[in-house]
């Protein structure tokens, strides 16, 4: 039989969830920031400003933030002083993160579009490898956390910033019934595209449980993994060290 992958709740063919994925990111990158602060009620920036504390970027680093597109996460590291590369294979993203750079002026990231899996930098090259609300949309999960093994020099850190499942007791049937019901329709009246969030909220819930996924990065070849749930698991910083 040939291999499926899943596409929120349907499974589909590689090539084909490659396609819609970024059929998906291309509908919604010009309100992507807009729909992020509506459907969150403003927290993902407490999030990341969260995550950006666990990474510790350095004056002087290499770091390369994947799946960064619109830059949230490269902004605030370079703020901070380290040299930082933005990644993301859909250039509808990237071009908006270019945009609001040049707005911010924000200069010195390199914009690079690349695909996680196969990435077309040298081995050992980066210090940091950032991903925050990006690989549960990755083809192969397992490909893109060996690249990131690959491109990170030896003791270079992988943090990964995703949403999973809250464990915290009422919460998650309360959040369940907000994002199934009322974010497609937010995505309809802010980014007229009800079907790209409708996906992006199945694929929450088809990435694997925190336990699952910290395993799969020690597959990867990263050691002293750490998980660190937030708002009982609603959103989780993953960790892991390359040495």
């Known amino acids: 039989m040939s291999e499926t992958v899943s596409f929120g709740y349907e499974e589909v063919s590689p090539e ?4 819609r994925v970024g059929a998906v990111f291309s509908s919604v990158a010009r309100k992507y920031d807009v729909m992020n602060d509506a459907m969150s009620v403003g927290m993902h920036r407490l999030w990341k400003d969260k995550f950006v504390r666990r990474v510790k970027p350095r004056e002087g680093e290499q770091i390369l933030d ?3 597109g619109t830059g949230d996460i490269a902004f605030r590291m370079a703020a901070q002083g380290a040299s930082i590369t933005v990644s993301d294979i859909n250039q509808d993203m990237l071009d908006v993160g270019i945009e609001r750079a040049m707005e911010q ?5 390199v914009w690079s579009r690349q695909n996680a899996e196969v990435l077309s930098f040298g081995d050992r090259f980066f210090d940091a490898y950032t ?3 990006g690989i549960r949309n990755v083809t192969h999960i ?7 093994h690959r491109v990170l020099k030896f003791g270079g850190r992988f943090f990964c910033l995703e949403f999973s499942t809250t464990e915290w007791p009422g919460f998650k049937e309360v959040y369940d019934a907000y994002s199934h019901h009322l974010v ?15 996906y992006l909220i199945e694929s929450i819930r088809r990435f694997p449980p925190m336990p699952e996924f910290e395993k799969m990065i020690r597959g990867a070849g990263f050691k002293h993994t750490k998980v660190e749930p937030i708002m009982g698991g ?8 390359k040495v």
């Open 131 to 133: 991903i925050a609300f």
């Open 142 to 148: 397992d490909k893109a956390l060996a690249e990131a």
């Open 16 to 19: 084909e969830k490659e396609g």
């Open 234 to 241: 609603l959103v989780a910083i993953h960790s892991g060290w």
């Open 66 to 68: 994947m799946a960064g």
């Open 184 to 198: 497609p329709k937010i995505g309809q009246a802010i980014a007229g595209d009800a079907e790209s969030y409708r």
């Open 105 to 109: 002026g924000i200069d010195g990231l």
